[in-house]
């Protein structure tokens, strides 16, 4: 039987040249390991390095040969070919780590393994990998492809014939008609004009109509409804909010945020071009099918010219905007972990099933192999993810627990944002000067500590100070070029410079290889199976793949979705989970007949918000009707229009629009674009240098650092409620989304958790979101500024009450809400002149209707 | 379908009172077998069972402090100090002496004089265990039972299924909560109402100073304009608009949510304040938890809340203290850590044995995982998360007691040994709540703390 030289475990990225894989040792070098390496290993390294021993120091074990090239926290051990990667070389040479510790080993010890890493490193003590028996089979993949609706290709029938001809405007309403008529039901009856037009406007731009839009919309609706609103939903499409709305739902799904969340939260400050690059997306009507090209692979798609190149890039930030555990000390833990969030993102976001349930075992529900998730964990082992934290021409030049850095895409066009600033080439050089001995300092610290050992403990402070100290002046020499100009950067992935295959994990655990697998999509979604070429990562042919209509799951998954978030809830209410786990769809040939539609407009999102806003449905009343009721408690055959919950964006943007405070410009990048690369904590962005400072002292240390401290501390006591921003006025989708700290107003109505794909957000009713609108500075302002503006808006008080009715709820008062109007004003006691007392009542009533239900409720 | 059932059921007999829940998420109750009460999401509930403990106060430990050093004795430790450990390294005896404690000689190090005293009132799992070896995994999985997917906390858990007893505040609260790991307090799928109410988290509202003195911050809780009268009339004018679109629409039952919600979280406003300002304890109380200065402050004035806490009805408080990462210096830092939480523990455990509340709060403390017996760095302890010690005290555990056992030198619990998934049936067990029936149909399954696995500790129950 061949020995195969299994040269990494997976997720390694291969650095240099690997010898031949199926490459069978000679006995001359079997017999070279066994009589020069294996002796040194076993009695030098063991003892603080090995499985044997059960001492894994750094992390690192030399037992087998997988283990000795994972290696350690630092790195792998040993590289074929490459002295300079060979760690363990390093090291018995004393350069940066002392091995063994108190000794040097003798010369030709030395010479005998700088000969062996040179002629490949050669080294029987292979692990035998386990075939990993998969318990489903082809027979039940096959099977499930047959009979399980989610698998079989959408397929548009005919809708049913419906008794109600004049209320069913369009197929969608002859579908859902039908499903009542079968139960015996009528629809219900329309929503008043008002109500129309509120949807309207929220679902489509996320705001509330405006005074003139209410008056003309139902002058418009009286003539005639179905042209009334077809022209409403043109204007509204026709918007740039349409996009920062929708872009909005896709944000959720790609759980943006503007930094790696967990325990070392270090910023991403070049996030927010993703951000504008998907609220664009969705203003050009970008077809979907190339919207998911362009976020899978848009490095590796031909682009005609530079800005086109810039936005393709931009997109495949969707790969690694996710959370990462900086922390992490197994180099090789960390990359599996990026892969399978990024297994796991896109599957649910685009394909709404769980793939990563199979990270560890076959998918205990859906037919999903565990070789499955290895296929596809082949395609983004093969893809090298720039997250930036932070932007370093020195490698990963990271903090003392940011311990993963990545680096950055640097874009083919120059767009800084206002925040990047220009330096003199006499500071770059400074600066890099600075840097470089910084390194080599570093170097030394580590060397001297290392032959002193522990005795000295005050070095290990001084290699925490200038480790810091080298990350914040990477970050900022990174920033710039030579002459001091600002690098326009973005994160986002490249292929790797040699594929690598990749190997089933037994459990899931990085040293527990099987048999390769091939890189591939799910078998049970693909009608033939598509075959990667070895030099592809198959990345693009993934891409390809997932946006084409031999996919039974794209479309429908993205037409549910936009459904859902015109119509309440979804078809398939379980908008993440298409799999048999799932909730079956409620009108499963509306959804085909709208996923067929959808991929037929050239997967026109705009095309299906129209429809579906055009269609009768979309018109429902609310009304609670106890029949109803009882027969489908759920609604699930749409006896109504459910009330929505405004999401916390739509709150906030609705306050600031009808107090005339909203500013629609796009802000230039975002608030963690101005701070740059920091450390998230308490509310706010604090230099990476605070924290060592305190624990090593740094404050009392002579030079620049100190005012860079300095610099450090003043932000840190500006407050820690910088990132709520409750000063800014423009739009809720440019507020700073940093993990762990979104803001306030955001936060208390249930905004979408930027760790998690999100395809229905909570919508609670809580005590908090009561405090909120009883007492939160941000509520009283825009209140304060509703107040004099109604106040200004007539000299009469019913004129008055009835402008703010219709700015605040789109309608004119009820008479027993002009009553309770009319009795607060008696009655409230405040303090003051005429006119300062007729205002301040007029701020408590303005605060009273943001914070009722009606304004928080679209009916 | 249990779940249609409770709706309908819920629509007959709703009238006011429905409280907090949207309409939308309504559909998603699981748990049906408690329609009547259902209504107010928060209102108690009867447990699946009778239980001794009513409430639970959890003395969260981020960092992993050292089980051999503090609750798990082993002599055998003491005497192979400096020979190589069953998986490396050289092994590290303990520094501090352990004598036997209390009237049933439990052994305790010296770390913890008072903790000490209250000897018998401890029961000691000294066999727990978990799956992840770094810390934010294995808080996160001592908080949600799993560090790979966002789930409920076990608080969260806790209030779904017993609801509370206060109504002017909130029925989960997380004291002093280290930052951005609001998924340790968070709802995850549950209904947020459920999530923890952050109390003291350092940096909302810049109360820095406050918070080292123990004191504690809510946002929003004070209208900077208003005066409480003016306030009281101006939410009569929001009720009064609800309670109009409320009659005018026949059935939502989302804007009685919203009515209730505004009247607790009015009365959120006195109550909360009132009950975060200890001036009205008395001296000797202070002294008692350690509150009065020194080291000890900021945790006792944290304990003396979470007493306060329990003392109003909070059904589930967790006060979380830090810094228990010693990979070096351990010989200064943890006996620096344990002086900060030695007093105020044990006046917590005396101020409730004297207000006769013991016996039906459950005290919970632990980190998240312990310490290696093998010495790192010469002078510390590497992560050990294959056996280490928590405690819990009071309601429905036996007192001086210990339960489970590590190998000789502290390595790997061997003996009745207690994954994160028993402690958390066990915790569920002693409110009276079977695990198994917890469960929370999420995504088109049902969910429930501990997967599929826990099994109670039934060792351990009084």
């Known amino acids: 039987m061949a020995r195969r030289l299994l040269f990494l475990a997976i997720f390694v990225f291969a650095a240099s040249s690997i010898p031949s894989l199926a490459e069978e040792l000679s006995d001359e070098q079997a017999k070279f390991f066994e009589s020069k390496i294996r002796p040194v290993l076993v009695k030098e390294c063991f003892s603080c390095h090995s499985n044997q021993t059960g001492n894994a120091k750094g992390g690192l074990r030399l037992d087998t040969v997988e283990l000795t090239r994972i290696g350690g926290n630092s790195g792998p051990a040993i590289v074929p070919n490459d002295l300079d990667e060979s760690l363990l070389y390093n090291a018995i040479n004393h350069l940066d780590f002392v091995m063994p510790p108190k000794r040097k080993l003798p010369e030709s010890v030395i010479r005998d393994f700088r000969e062996w890493i040179e002629m490949g490193a050669p080294d029987p003590r292979v692990t035998e990998p386990t075939v990993l028996e998969v318990q489903i089979t082809p027979e039940d993949i096959e099977r499930a492809k047959q009979e399980f609706w989610a698998y079989k290709p959408p397929v548009a029938g005919k809708a049913p014939q419906v008794k109600n001809r004049s209320w069913s405007k369009s197929e969608i309403d002859r579908y859902v008609l039908g499903g009542l008529e079968q139960a015996s039901m009528t629809p219900p009856k329309d929503a008043p004009a008002y109500q129309i037009l509120r949807r309207l406007s929220f679902d489509l731009v996320g705001l509330p109509p405006s005074l003139d839009q209410i008056e003309s919309f139902e002058r418009a609706y009286t003539k005639d409804p179905d042209h009334a609103v077809a022209e409403m939903v043109d204007t509204f499409l026709d918007q740039p909010q349409f996009g920062e709305r929708w872009g909005r739902h896709w944000l959720d799904i790609a759980r943006y945020a503007e930094s790696n969340g967990r325990d070392v939260n270090m910023t991403f400050p070049h996030a927010w071009r993703y951000r504008d690059y998907v609220y664009d997306s969705f203003n050009e009507d970008k077809p979907y099918d190339r919207f998911l090209q362009e976020q899978i692979a848009g490095d590796l798609l031909p682009a005609k010219t530079d800005e086109q190149w810039a936005t393709n890039l931009i997109a495949t930030g969707f ?449 908090n979101q009561s405090l909120f609108m009883l007492n939160n500075p941000f509520v009283i302002a825009q209140s304060e500024a509703l107040a004099r503006l109604v106040y200004q808006s007539s000299e009469d008080r019913s004129e008055q009450i009835q402008t703010l009715f219709r700015l605040v709820y789109s309608r004119d008062p009820r008479p027993s809400e002009l009553a309770a109007i009319r009795s607060f004003i008696d009655t409230f006691e405040v303090d003051g002149d005429q006119r300062t007392r007729a205002v301040r009542t007029y701020v408590a009533i303005c605060q009273s209707l943001f914070a009722s239900a009606d304004f928080r409720y679209v009916n | 379908m249990n779940r249609y059932y409770s709706r309908r059921t819920m629509l007959k007999t709703s009238t006011a009172g429905f409280g907090y829940l949207a309409f939308a998420g309504l559909s998603t109750l699981a748990w049906a077998n408690e329609t009547s009460k259902t209504r107010n999401p928060l209102a108690p509930k009867t447990p699946h069972f009778p239980a001794k403990a009513k409430r639970v106060i959890f003395l969260c430990m981020t960092g992993a402090p050292s089980h051999v050093d503090t609750f798990d004795y082993k002599p055998q430790l003491n005497k192979d100090n400096g020979k190589s450990g069953l998986y490396g390294g050289r092994l590290l005896g303990s520094q501090w002496d352990f004598k036997q404690r209390g009237n049933n000689g439990l052994w305790i190090s010296d770390l913890f004089p008072e903790v000490s005293a209250m000897a018998d009132d401890l029961c000691l799992i000294r066999s727990m265990h978990c799956d992840q070896p770094v810390h934010p995994a294995a808080q996160t999985q001592m908080h949600t039972g799993t560090a790979q997917f966002v789930r409920p906390s076990l608080g969260a858990w806790t209030l779904y299924g017993l609801g509370t007893e206060n109504d002017s505040l909130p029925g989960f609260v997380s004291i002093a909560a280290p930052p951005g790991q609001s998924q340790h307090y968070g709802s995850a799928f549950l209904p947020a109402i459920y999530s923890g109410t952050s109390i003291g988290r350092s940096g909302l509202g810049g109360m820095r100073n406050t918070m080292a003195r123990g004191g504690a911050s809510v946002p929003d809780i004070k209208n900077p304009r208003l005066t409480s009268k003016q306030q009281r009339q101006q939410l009569d004018l929001i009720q009064s608009l609800n309670r109009d679109k409320l009659n005018r629409e026949s059935y939502q039952p989302e804007v009685e949510g919203i009515i209730e919600s505004y009247e607790l979280a009015f009365r959120m406003q006195d109550a909360l304040p009132q009950l975060m300002n200890v001036s009205d304890e008395s001296e000797k109380t202070l002294r008692m938890y350690g509150a009065d200065g020194g080291e000890s402050e900021a945790f006792g004035r944290q304990c003396l809340l979470a007493r306060r806490f329990a003392e109003a009805g909070v059904r589930f408080i967790e006060v979380s203290h830090g810094n228990w990462d010693h990979h070096q210096n351990l010989s200064v830092d943890l006996p620096n850590r344990c002086r900060e939480i030695d007093k105020p523990i044990a006046g917590l455990l005396r101020d409730l044995k004297q207000r006769d509340m013991l016996k039906d709060t459950l005290v919970i403390w632990g980190g998240e995982f312990g310490r290696t017996p093998a010495a790192q760095n010469g002078d510390g302890r590497d992560h050990n998360n294959k056996g280490f010690t928590t405690w819990m005290a009071g309601a429905g555990v036996k007192g001086g007691f210990s339960y489970g056992a590590t190998d000789e030198h502290g390595y790997a619990a061997v003996e009745d040994k207690c994954h994160i998934h028993d402690w958390h049936a066990t915790i569920l067990h002693l409110l009276g709540l079977d695990h198994e029936q917890l469960t929370y149909r999420y995504a088109g399954r049902d969910f429930r703390l501990t997967d599929v696995h826990g099994t109670v500790a039934k060792g351990i129950l009084s």
């Open chain 1, 319 to 767: 790969l690694v905007l996710g959370p990462k555990n900086l922390a992490e000390q197994r180099g090789t833990q960390f990359t599996a972990d990026l892969v399978d969030e990024q297994i796991d993102t896109t599957t649910r976001a685009i394909l709404g099933t769980s793939v990563a349930c199979a990270r560890c075992h076959d998918h205990k529900f859906d037919p999903i192999p565990q070789t499955d998730y290895y296929a596809l964990a082949g395609i983004f082992v093969n893809t090298v993810s720039y997250f930036g934290t932070p932007a370093s021409k020195y490698g990963s030049i990271g903090g003392v627990q940011n311990r993963n850095s990545g680096n950055l895409l640097r874009l083919p066009i120059d767009d800084p944002s206002d925040f990047e600033q220009r330096l003199s080439p006499e500071k770059v050089a400074e600066l890099k000067s600075e840097l470089d001995s910084v390194v080599q300092e570093i170097a030394e610290s580590r060397r001297s500590r290392r032959m002193n050992d522990a005795a000295n403990p005050q070095s290990i402070n001084n290699i925490i100070r200038l480790t810091v100290k080298a990350e914040m002046l990477s970050a900022i020499v990174g920033s710039i070029d030579e002459e001091g100009n600002p690098i326009s950067y973005c994160m986002g992935v490249q292929p790797v410079d040699r594929m690598q295959t990749v190997r089933v994990l037994e459990r899931g655990e990085i040293d527990r290889p099987g048999q390769v697998v091939p890189r591939g999509f799910p078998a049970v979604l693909q009608s033939n199976p598509t075959v990667v070429p070895n030099d592809s990562s198959g990345r693009l042919e993934f891409a390809k793949w997932i946006s084409s209509r031999e996919n039974p799951l794209t479309a429908r998954v993205m037409v549910n979705r936009i459904w859902q978030h015109l119509m309440g809830t979804g078809i398939v209410r379980s908008t993440e989970n298409f799999g048999t786990t799932g909730l079956a769809p409620t009108h499963p040939e509306l959804l085909d007949y709208l996923a067929v539609e959808f991929m037929n407009s050239d997967w026109s999102i705009k095309s299906m918000v129209r429809k579906i806003a055009n269609s009768h449905c979309y018109r429902m009343g609310t009304e609670f009707r106890q029949d109803c009721f009882e027969q489908d408690p759920d609604n699930r055959l749409l006896w109504r229009m459910t009330p929505k919950r405004l999401d916390a964006e739509s709150i906030r943007d609705a306050m600031l629009f009808v107090s005339n405070q909203l500013e629609l410009d796009r802000p230039r990048a975002s608030e963690v674009a101005k701070a740059g690369f920091m450390r998230v904590r308490d509310g706010n962005l604090v230099n990476p240098a605070a924290f060592v400072g305190i624990s090593a002292g740094m404050s009392r240390s002579p030079g620049r650092f100190q005012s860079m401290m300095r610099d450090a501390y003043t932000v840190r006591q500006s407050g820690g409620e910088r990132l709520d921003m409750i000063n800014a006025k423009y739009r809720s989708v440019y507020l700073p989304i940093v993990r762990g700290e979104s803001p306030r107003v955001l936060e208390v109505f249930d905004f979408a958790e930027p760790s998690m794909v999100v395809g229905e957000r909570e919508s609670s009713n809580t005590p």
